[in-house]
């Protein structure tokens, strides 16, 4: 009996730390399924089924979570323990006072987009610090798989991710369902019938366009600029989700409310404007990327290169023409200085011809003659001798050709004088 008693006791004392890891393992279980039908007592009443089992997923998620860290540090059992003792008590407890809190409903409305935009805002700025680093250099002391996934053999400034990252990130995506879904949701009361599809369009302007500019933000923008307007349309989206996602939940089980009908007539005006003014944003990115930039730069650089050229062939095209008027111009100069010398040769014959005409006589070559006075005079009065003898016998019998070519040829007044 004694024997027996003993092998009991052993038997017991050799099963009892697998008993406690049992009764841990079933704590934890149980303190899971709490948390799991709190999530559906509080959301079901306002929350579409899909949208509960995002939420209820997302606590499936953190369960597991909270068992891998666990189990990485070494304090599974433990941590299970504990973990499983505070769910159960939360739920046991300050889950029915969180019930009759006047603000239990807007509070439970708000949690997951809240929850969610903290934790992309956590993971934006997280990894955008990690990817200062362009180039990932691993560590070939390490040849954990883990470590690999997780990014701690990334050689950066500010670490890898580490599993706390990781978890952030699988959060993240399951309440995105949820407020993927409620944004959905709301868009499709606000869209014609038939047109639900336009529902879809608008969830980039929400919660993928928050999603897209943190992605951006974090691996994209590369300038001032574009910084300022990824960063600036990522806050602009996460408060269109939230905004959305609370007016869904307020419009099931509130619709009649005051503050459902001032949240819908605001998301109606507000949400149409976020959707459009990232299309607008957009463009203002591509505008304003480095790329784009360049190209501008080069562009307005070959124009003003091509509005010099033109200048100068400008410039050489009125050169070509003054070139040309100033040769026309000294040709017709020579030809001006040429006729005027041809002018001064004509007259100074002309001028010749006439004195000869008028000296038919002779006169005018006895007056300038180098001769002496005296012999000048008698030659003078000898000429005038035979020209009265010649117009005696032209009186006789004269014509009136022979007396124009005398007066012609022998003014009177040259002869008087």
């Known amino acids: 009996m004694t024997?027996?008693?003993?092998g009991v006791l052993l038997a017991v004392l050799?099963?009892?730390?697998?008993?406690?890891r049992l009764a841990a393992v079933l704590l934890w279980l149980t303190g899971g399924a709490l948390a799991i039908e709190a999530i559906r007592t509080i959301y079901q009443p306002f929350t579409p089924p899909?949208?509960?089992?995002?939420?209820?997923f997302a606590?499936?998620?953190?369960?597991?979570?909270w068992a891998g860290v666990l189990l990485r540090r070494g304090r599974l059992w433990g941590g299970l323990t504990v973990g499983g003792l505070v769910l159960v008590l939360l739920v046991r407890y300050a889950f029915p006072w969180f019930l009759g809190w006047q603000y239990a409903s807007l509070v439970s409305r708000i949690f997951p987009p809240a929850l969610f935009a903290l934790g992309l805002m956590y993971l934006t700025f997280r990894l955008r610090f990690l990817h200062k680093q362009k180039e990932y250099p691993m560590n070939e002391k390490t040849n954990s798989l883990i470590d690999t996934l997780l990014g701690r053999d990334v050689e950066t400034d500010h670490g890898g991710l580490t599993l706390g990252d990781v978890i952030v990130l699988m959060l993240d995506l399951v309440l995105l369902l949820y407020t993927g879904w409620r944004s959905y949701d709301f868009l499709t009361t606000s869209v014609p019938q038939g047109y639900e599809i336009l529902a879809l369009v608008g969830l980039w302007g929400l919660d993928l366009g928050a999603v897209a500019w943190?992605?951006?933000?974090i691996f994209g923008s590369a300038s001032k600029y574009q910084d300022w307007v990824s960063m600036f349309f990522f806050v602009f989206d996460l408060v269109g989700v939230v905004l959305t996602s609370l007016t869904d939940s307020l419009l099931y089980g509130q619709a009649d409310g005051v503050l459902s009908v001032t949240l819908k007539a605001i998301a109606v005006v507000v949400v149409p404007l976020i959707v459009v003014a990232n299309v607008v944003a957009g463009f203002i990115y591509h505008l304003t990327s480095p790329q784009t930039r360049?190209?501008?730069?080069?562009?307005?650089?070959?124009?003003?290169?091509?509005?010099?050229?033109?200048?100068l062939r400008n410039m050489e095209r009125d050169l070509a023409y003054a070139e040309a008027y100033l040769l026309a111009r000294q040709e017709i100069l020579d030809k001006s200085a040429a006729m005027a010398k041809i002018k001064i040769m004509q007259d100074q014959i002309?001028?010749?011809?006439r004195l000869a005409l008028r000296d038919l006589t002779g006169i005018h070559g006895l007056t300038t003659a180098p001769q002496a006075g005296e012999e000048r005079l008698?030659?003078?009065?000898?000429?005038?001798?035979?020209?009265?003898?010649q117009q005696l016998v032209s009186g006789n019998g004269h014509t009136p050709e022979a007396d124009a070519g005398g007066a012609a040829a022998n003014p009177p007044d040259r002869f008087q004088e």
């Open 59 to 65: 606590v499936i998620f953190l369960l597991v979570a």
């Open 3 to 6: 024997a027996f008693i003993e």
């Open 14 to 20: 050799l099963g009892l730390p697998w008993l406690i």
């Open 294 to 311: 360049e190209r501008r730069a080069k562009r307005k650089a070959e124009h003003e290169y091509r509005l010099k050229m033109m200048q």
């Open 214 to 217: 943190s992605l951006v933000w």
């Open 50 to 56: 899909g949208a509960v089992f995002a939420l209820q």
């Open 350 to 353: 002309e001028r010749q011809t």
């Open 378 to 389: 008698a030659e003078l009065r000898k000429r005038l001798e035979t020209i009265q003898a």
